[in-house]
């Protein structure tokens, strides 16, 4: 029988090696007469599309030679064309395992691999071998980018993608790197091949439509990516609306719309296949309104997913654990998925980093050793651009380390696309009082389109006004970002905690009070908030020393002992050196050896019962700022610290040089001139503290302190009248402003019973 041309044109791209050829290196004529009459007749069926009698005849075939590779070849595509893709999946296995470097098998393998996300990882491997032989096919790479990236390994994803780019590939293979980019979190570039797909003339549908809208919210279109997700709507529930909702709740949330991204989500509660799409959406809605309850029904959700999902991918798990890890009740959890993946990935960097910040919040790992590994990770970094923006996305995750500071900066050298970096940089940098640098990286950041739509960087802008001095210009910031509808409410409830310390600092205890009594409302179960409250009310003397320890012992009891909060620094440094507190202050500093206010409690406590373990100590600080200071900001840094720790010994004349040395390389320095002041006030050169805190005033115009510290000099040196009218001003200003001080309210009752007394007259309030 005449073997039709079609049934040469199949074997001939069937074999293996050469498309033409047979491994042996025989011509197709050779093929053809070297493959069972059996097998050629199955594929003159295919050709013929009779696709069910080729199945029958494959079938035959290979029970009548097992070891025909051609034979199971044609009954892998029979089962293909006829939709039996597991069958199909099966039979190519077999092929493999006779023919490993089979190249149609391999392709096909790789192919099906996107179909279901159990088969992905064979898919990869089988084009991981394919590539090895032909290093050149840019349809394998673009299907292995493809892949890597359903499987959520952005980073080698978008290596294959970078080189299938270059090439000029197929309209589809440009929307599945459009989605990858986007589902990476690389929105711009997401977008511009959206952009790029479309100038073929096809649009956008299904899922492909869902990560478009996802690429254009997140370059702060979210209002056309609502128009295009609710053309994309189906009027039935199934799984593209369960998806299309999903995004679409995600988009009204960008657009200032949270009641209608909420009511999207009603149809999909209740349903089981619903489950993954809705805690998506929950979880987003919950963190960005504050909202405890929807985080906690998220956290069940994704638990429920991941625990009745038979073998869950890794790309399920990771994003079950991502999540989880952000609510604190659920930390623990999310360990046990990171240790689990971390077993089956351990070459993988990022996945380490997480587990790492993770175990340190928990209390499993201490500050030094966490700084001691992520180091060991981190250097060197990858050279990959993948690899770095996977790296950076990571380090954006977790507060900025300041060791860490040459791997951000390095990072941002390399261009890596990661704008929340430049915000991290600047966190960094205003603690190293490099206040003109972290403006700059502050504005690299609001140059992108999600920085200039993120209200965060106010928050940092008020913080560098408020170390200049411009404590009223600080204060606008904060108030222009808790009126802002667009702003998110974890920066909202910032921008309150900010604006009550300036209102503190002004002297408006009253006011910084109203503030937290605000974020309380809002939270009443909200530790933090407490703590912060307690800290403002003790400082301001509405609250004793017992009611502050009482909240803070309460704070230590219900949380990780890593877990240290601004506002747990300010209430431990606020409060007098205890002995009961010395472990937690040796915590505090390890955590961050930055807050002086805490280690001076701890020289201070030391200094009582032993001074010259007190003095070792301030040496090991002194010696440990000293190693890591690379600039003369770190040496005023260091003078800083000295001088504050040498007064806490009451070693007045170091202090006094401490501070002078700052002076002589900042002559401008409000903090340097109060701290002297101070010094000298407690040498009793009354005539030079004086000048100081005059100094300050010129500089800080609005301070409170130098003010109080004026009209204190000026009781010292038996200048009553004077200074109860400087007092008495303060206590107009802080009565226009709101608020009374009540500890200034009994410095002026002393003052005049003093005064009275020196005069022979006994005080009113004393007669009775």
Same mark, same amino acid.
Request: aromatic residues 6%; charged residues 20%.
């Given at each position: 029988?005449?073997?039709?041309?079609?049934?040469?044109?199949?074997?001939?791209?069937?074999?293996?090696?050469?498309?033409?050829?047979?491994?042996?290196?025989?011509?197709?004529?050779?093929?053809?007469?070297?493959?069972?009459?059996?097998?050629?007749?199955?594929?003159?069926?295919?050709?013929?599309?009779?696709?069910? #009698?080729?199945?029958?005849?494959?079938?035959?075939?290979?029970?009548?030679?097992?070891?025909?590779?051609?034979?199971?070849?044609?009954?892998?595509?029979?089962?293909?064309?006829?939709?039996?893709?597991?069958?199909?999946?099966?039979?190519?296995?077999?092929?493999?395992?006779?023919?490993?470097?089979?190249?149609?098998?391999?392709?096909?393998?790789?192919?099906?691999?996107?179909?279901?996300?159990?088969?992905?990882?064979?898919?990869?491997?089988?084009?991981?071998?394919?590539?090895?032989?032909?290093?050149?096919?840019?349809?394998?790479?673009?299907?292995?980018?493809?892949?890597?990236?359903?499987?959520?390994?952005?980073?080698?994803?978008?290596?294959?993608?970078?080189?299938?780019?270059?090439?000029?590939?197929?309209?589809?293979?440009?929307?599945?790197?459009?989605?990858?980019?986007?589902?990476?979190?690389?929105?711009?570039?997401?977008?511009?091949?959206? @952009?790029?797909?479309? !100038?073929?003339?096809?649009?956008?549908?299904?899922?492909?439509?869902?990560?478009?809208?996802?690429?254009?919210?997140?370059?702060?279109?979210?209002?056309?990516?609502?128009?295009?997700?609710?053309?994309?709507?189906?009027?039935?529930?199934?799984?593209?609306?369960?998806?299309?909702?999903?995004?679409?709740?995600?988009?009204?949330?960008?657009?200032?719309?949270?009641?209608?991204?909420?009511?999207?989500?009603?149809?999909?509660?209740?349903?089981? #296949?619903?489950?993954?799409?809705?805690?998506?959406?929950?979880?987003?809605?919950?963190?960005?309104?504050?909202?405890?309850?929807?985080?906690?029904?998220?956290?069940?959700?994704?638990?429920?997913?991941?625990?009745?999902?038979?073998?869950?991918?890794?790309?399920?798990?990771?994003?079950?654990?991502?999540?989880?890890?952000?609510?604190?009740?659920?930390?623990?959890?999310?360990?046990?998925?990171?240790?689990?993946?971390?077993?089956?990935?351990?070459?993988?960097?990022?996945?380490?980093?997480?587990?790492? !910040?993770?175990?340190?919040?928990?209390?499993?790992?201490? +500050?030094?050793? $966490?700084?001691?590994?992520?180091?060991?990770?981190?250097?060197? *970094?990858?050279?990959?651009?993948?690899?770095?923006?996977?790296?950076?996305?990571?380090?954006?995750?977790?507060?900025?380390?300041?060791?860490?500071?040459?791997?951000?900066?390095?990072?941002?050298?390399?261009?890596?696309?990661?704008?929340? *970096? @430049?915000?991290?940089?600047?966190?960094?940098?205003?603690?190293?009082?490099?206040?003109?640098?972290?403006?700059?990286?502050?504005?690299?950041?609001?140059? !992108?389109?999600?920085?200039?739509?993120?209200?965060?960087?106010?928050?940092?802008?008020?913080?560098?006004?408020?170390?200049?001095?411009?404590?009223?210009?600080?204060? %606008?910031?904060?108030?222009?970002?808790?009126?802002?509808?667009?702003?998110?409410?974890?920066?909202?409830?910032?921008?309150?905690?900010?604006?009550?310390?300036?209102?503190?600092?002004?002297?408006?205890?009253?006011?910084?009070?109203?503030?937290?009594?605000?974020?309380?409302? +809002?939270?009443?179960?909200?530790?933090?908030?407490? &703590?912060?409250?307690?800290?403002?009310?003790?400082?301001?003397?509405?609250?004793?020393?017992?009611?502050?320890?009482?909240?803070?012992?309460?704070?230590?009891?219900?949380?990780?002992?890593?877990?240290?909060?601004?506002?747990?620094?300010? &209430?431990?440094?606020?409060?007098?050196?205890?002995?009961?507190?010395?472990?937690?202050?040796?915590?505090?500093?390890?955590?961050?050896?930055?807050?002086?206010?805490?280690?001076?409690?701890?020289?201070?406590? &030391?200094?009582?019962?032993?001074?010259?373990?007190?003095?070792?100590?301030?040496?090991?600080?002194?010696?440990?700022?000293?190693?890591?200071?690379?600039?003369?900001?770190?040496?005023?840094?260091?003078?800083?610290?000295?001088?504050?720790?040498?007064?806490?010994?009451?070693?007045?004349?170091?202090?006094?040089?401490?501070?002078?040395?700052?002076?002589?390389?900042?002559?401008?320095?409000? #903090?340097?001139?109060?701290?002297?002041?101070?010094?000298?006030?407690?040498?009793?050169?009354?005539?030079?503290?004086?000048?100081?805190?005059?100094?300050?005033?010129?500089?800080?115009?609005?301070?409170?302190?130098?003010?109080?510290?004026?009209?204190? $000099?000026?009781?010292?040196?038996?200048? !009553?009248?004077?200074?109860?009218?400087?007092?008495?001003?303060?206590? $107009?200003?802080?009565?226009?402003?709101?608020?009374?001080?009540?500890?200034?309210?009994?410095?002026?009752? %002393?003052?005049?019973?003093?005064?009275?007394? %020196?005069?022979?007259?006994?005080?009113?309030?004393? +007669?009775?």
């Amino acid at each position: 029988m005449k073997t039709p041309l079609i049934s040469a044109l199949c074997l001939g791209i069937l074999l293996a090696g050469d498309p033409l050829l047979h491994p042996g290196g025989m011509s197709i004529a050779q093929a053809q007469q070297a493959v069972p009459t059996t097998v050629r007749q199955g594929f003159t069926q295919l050709g013929q599309g009779l696709v069910n #009698d080729a199945i029958a005849t494959f079938r035959g075939a290979v029970r009548q030679y097992p070891n025909s590779v051609e034979a199971k070849l044609g009954l892998a595509i029979a089962y293909r064309r006829a939709g039996r893709d597991a069958e199909a999946w099966q039979t190519y296995q077999q092929v493999l395992a006779q023919a490993p470097n089979n190249q149609l098998a391999l392709k096909t393998v790789g192919i099906l691999g996107g179909f279901r996300p159990e088969w992905q990882q064979k898919g990869i491997e089988a084009l991981n071998t394919l590539l090895t032989i032909t290093p050149n096919d840019t349809d394998a790479l673009a299907q292995r980018a493809l892949l890597y990236g359903y499987q959520g390994r952005f980073a080698e994803s978008l290596t294959d993608y970078q080189r299938v780019l270059q090439q000029n590939p197929p309209p589809e293979v440009v929307l599945g790197a459009a989605q990858i980019y986007t589902y990476s979190g690389n929105y711009a570039q997401g977008l511009e091949l959206f @952009n790029r797909y479309q !100038t073929t003339g096809k649009p956008i549908t299904d899922r492909a439509a869902i990560a478009y809208a996802r690429a254009l919210r997140g370059t702060g279109n979210a209002a056309q990516a609502i128009a295009i997700l609710q053309a994309q709507l189906p009027p039935q529930l199934n799984a593209t609306a369960i998806q299309v909702r999903s995004e679409l709740s995600q988009a009204y949330l960008d657009n200032g719309q949270p009641t209608e991204a909420l009511a999207i989500l009603d149809p999909l509660r209740g349903r089981m #296949d619903s489950r993954l799409a809705l805690a998506r959406a929950l979880n987003e809605i919950g963190q960005r309104q504050n909202q405890p309850p929807l985080l906690n029904e998220a956290a069940a959700l994704y638990r429920q997913v991941v625990t009745t999902t038979p073998n869950p991918s890794p790309l399920l798990v990771r994003e079950v654990a991502d999540v989880l890890s952000g609510i604190p009740s659920q930390r623990q959890a999310a360990l046990q998925l990171y240790t689990q993946l971390a077993q089956q990935q351990p070459n993988d960097r990022v996945l380490a980093l997480q587990k790492l !910040t993770l175990e340190n919040q928990l209390g499993l790992l201490s +500050r030094a050793d $966490l700084r001691l590994q992520l180091r060991s990770l981190l250097q060197p *970094l990858p050279t990959e651009p993948a690899e770095q923006r996977a790296i950076a996305q990571a380090l954006t995750r977790i507060d900025p380390d300041p060791e860490l500071l040459p791997v951000y900066q390095s990072l941002l050298q390399a261009n890596v696309n990661e704008p929340f *970096l @430049n915000f991290r940089l600047a966190q960094l940098l205003i603690e190293q009082n490099d206040l003109a640098g972290a403006k700059a990286a502050l504005a690299t950041y609001q140059t !992108t389109t999600i920085g200039a739509n993120d209200q965060a960087p106010q928050l940092l802008l008020a913080e560098i006004d408020r170390r200049q001095g411009n404590l009223e210009a600080a204060a %606008q910031r904060y108030q222009a970002i808790t009126t802002n509808q667009t702003a998110d409410l974890d920066v909202q409830s910032a921008a309150l905690r900010g604006l009550a310390g300036i209102r503190l600092a002004q002297g408006r205890p009253g006011d910084a009070l109203t503030l937290y009594d605000q974020l309380l409302a +809002r939270n009443p179960q909200d530790l933090q908030v407490q &703590l912060g409250r307690t800290s403002v009310a003790y400082q301001a003397g509405r609250v004793s020393e017992a009611e502050a320890e009482a909240v803070l012992n309460a704070w230590l009891q219900a949380r990780s002992p890593n877990d240290a909060p601004p506002e747990l620094y300010s &209430l431990v440094g606020a409060l007098p050196p205890s002995p009961q507190r010395e472990a937690l202050y040796t915590r505090l500093i390890e955590a961050d050896s930055s807050n002086v206010q805490v280690q001076v409690r701890l020289v201070q406590l &030391l200094a009582q019962r032993d001074p010259y373990r007190a003095q070792a100590q301030v040496n090991q600080l002194l010696a440990r700022v000293r190693s890591t200071a690379s600039s003369d900001r770190d040496n005023v840094n260091l003078y800083f610290l000295q001088g504050q720790l040498a007064q806490a010994l009451g070693k007045l004349d170091q202090a006094d040089a401490a501070y002078q040395a700052v002076l002589a390389r900042q002559p401008e320095n409000a #903090d340097a001139l109060s701290a002297l002041g101070g010094i000298r006030f407690q040498q009793r050169r009354f005539d030079s503290a004086t000048s100081l805190y005059a100094q300050v005033l010129t500089f800080r115009p609005d301070d409170l302190d130098a003010r109080k510290s004026l009209a204190e $000099l000026a009781a010292a040196q038996g200048n !009553t009248l004077d200074a109860l009218q400087q007092f008495e001003q303060l206590q $107009l200003q802080q009565t226009a402003n709101g608020g009374a001080d009540p500890k200034l309210s009994r410095r002026v009752q %002393q003052i005049q019973e003093d005064f009275l007394k %020196q005069r022979g007259f006994q005080p009113s309030w004393e +007669r009775y």
